[in-house]
């Protein structure tokens, strides 16, 4: 039975590629399931994370052009479900066009009778008339929606009037798993590892200051990065700052470097949880409202969590310290997180029937792709910029 994969794939992004890679090897696991279809906007790039899928690309983008088009919806007359998910397609921070973009993705769904789960969801801020009622629709249709913060669960109620369910990043069992392995035998000073915002949309002191404080105390500064560009961004920024910059380009080998470290700096949300699962010291910049509530969530737990730093004004800065209630909860997390990726994927596997979209949603689709294209347009000439307010991302 083929399945097809989709969210924002290809990309370089830790961790939209870690779904990519957990999601198709929890398909490729399953006995009723063959080999998925990927949507990837980057074959080249996903291939190095998804060992077995068949990759498609280009719908719906407006430059795509026909033949990638047809290869799409060739796979969506094959396929006997969908599985849509990942943090920001319902998210109008960055882009006008993602959301009709994506609302194409299930609609289409929807007219070839494929049930589709949205997975992973986090509902973010959307301005746009127009995209609430696509976001709204396409929560409407799913056979299940199952997101990851309570945030989207009242955002989904109250903004949308959909009831949806509260349930955990799927990746947290992928990571637990590699993080807790026996990390490589110490070769000389303990190793700080460092992640920053893909864009280093950060405060360059406070950086400095917090690398140089573990500096003093005798640490390697290690920069791991998630592709060559955000590694120069790097260096051009904070040249003198760090030992060594490295830009790994598999997840594996990512988390390998990752797994290395006696203590972490980040801002971003899956280096976050990576840093958890390794259960070391970790200094968390809040970024976004998805970090802040890790760490609240880590704080309820009983763990050691000091606060360096308040939000106002500027971004909140926590230290987080190992203990037996942090390995408690993340280890929780790790197994709920493994239940609920298999039962997702038992939804997929059981044929349950679709309602076949009809003229309706011909008329959705056609609707739909009219508003991608204008806001596609608008996207290009007029781009949005609104990625520092941390309250909407």
């Known amino acids: ?30 006995p009723k399931l063959s080999t998925p279809y990927l949507i990837t906007t980057n074959p080249k790039e996903s291939a190095r994370n998804v060992e077995n899928a068949e990759f498609i690309t280009g719908y719906p983008l407006p430059k795509a052009g026909f033949g990638a088009w047809r290869n799409t919806l060739t796979a969506y007359q094959k396929a006997s479900g969908l599985f849509f998910g990942g943090g920001g397609l319902f998210n109008e921070v960055f882009l006008r066009a993602g959301i009709p973009a994506h609302g194409l993705i299930v609609a289409t ?5 494929v049930p589709y789960v949205i997975h992973g969801v986090e509902l973010g801020y959307v301005g746009s008339a127009t995209n609430k009622w696509i ?10 929606v199952l997101c990851r913060n309570q945030q989207s669960v009242d955002r989904a109620r109250d ?42 949309d950060t405060e360059d002191q406070l950086i400095d200051d917090i690398l140089g404080a573990k500096r003093a105390e005798g640490f390697e500064i290690i920069y791991v990065a998630n592709d060559p560009e955000e590694a120069g961004q790097f260096r051009a920024r904070f040249s003198d700052a ?80 190992p203990s037996s209630e942090r390995r408690d909860t993340v280890g929780n997390w790790a197994a709920r997180s493994r239940r609920q990726l298999e039962g997702v994927v038992d939804d997929i596997a059981t044929e349950r029937a ?23 347009v608008l996207d290009k000439f007029s781009p949005l910029n609104r990625h520092l307010d941390t309250s909407k991302t």
């Open 109 to 113: 769904a929807k007219v070839f009778n």
């Open 159 to 200: 903004v949308y009037g959909v009831d949806i369910e509260l349930g955990l990043d799927l990746n947290h069992a992928w990571l637990h798993e590699q993080m807790s392995k026996e990390k490589p035998a110490p070769a000389g000073r303990p190793r700080f590892v460092v992640n920053l915002q893909h864009s280093l």
């Open 1 to 30: 039975m083929k399945t097809l994969i989709y969210g924002l794939f290809g990309t370089t992004n830790f961790g939209d590629e870690l779904f990519s890679k957990v999601v198709a090897g929890a398909v490729n696991r399953h």
């Open 242 to 321: 760090a030992d060594e910059v490295i830009a790994p380009n598999t997840v594996d080998a990512l988390t390998a470097q990752w797994r290395t470290g006696d203590a972490f700096l980040t801002e971003r949300f899956h280096f976050t949880m990576a840093a958890l699962h390794a259960d070391a010291p970790t200094t968390v910049i809040v970024s976004s409202s998805k970090v802040r509530d890790l760490v609240c969530k880590i704080r309820q737990s009983g763990a050691g969590v000091k606060t360096l730093r308040e939000e106002e004004g500027s971004r909140a800065v926590y230290e987080l310290a």
């Open 354 to 376: 679709a309602k076949k979209g009809g003229a309706g949603t011909l008329l959705i689709v056609f609707a739909f792709s009219v508003i991608l294209i204008g806001n596609y």
């Open 135 to 144: 976001t709204g629709w396409s929560l409407r249709n799913a056979y299940r």
